[in-house]
């Protein structure tokens, strides 16, 4: 069966940082384009970056320029969404997608 699956949501304080994996099961993630998005409460569901399958080209929204950066391990079939500098509006579920498979999401809460 053909799966994404994204971990290391949870709560974080405001300013603080969080790593979130995103993994595939059913084909081989280094093979292909990983996207981000996120879905915050209230708004629809927003880009929030990608990676190129060698890992040499990233773009990222404008909304969280300078302050999330995706990287991947290739050798490990994984991909990271790194979180800096959170603000509460970072809140909400964020989606790993590669090869048209999406994720279930992974919460993130920034909250004092």
């Known amino acids: 069966q053909v799966q994404v699956l994204e971990s290391g949501g949870g709560l974080v304080r405001p300013g603080g940082l969080l790593r979130l994996s995103c993994a595939a099961s059913g084909f081989t993630l280094k093979l292909w384009p990983v996207n981000w998005y996120r879905q915050s409460p209230g708004k629809e569901r927003e880009f929030i970056g990608n990676?190129?399958?060698?890992?040499?080209?990233?773009k990222y929204g404008d909304s969280v320029k300078g302050r999330f950066f995706i990287y991947r391990n290739n050798d490990k079939n994984t991909a990271t969404l790194e979180l800096n500098s959170m603000k509460p509006d970072d809140t909400g579920v964020y989606y790993c997608k590669a090869a048209e498979v999406w994720g279930q999401g992974a919460l993130v809460t920034v909250s004092s």
């Open positions: 990676i190129s399958s060698g890992g040499g080209v990233i």
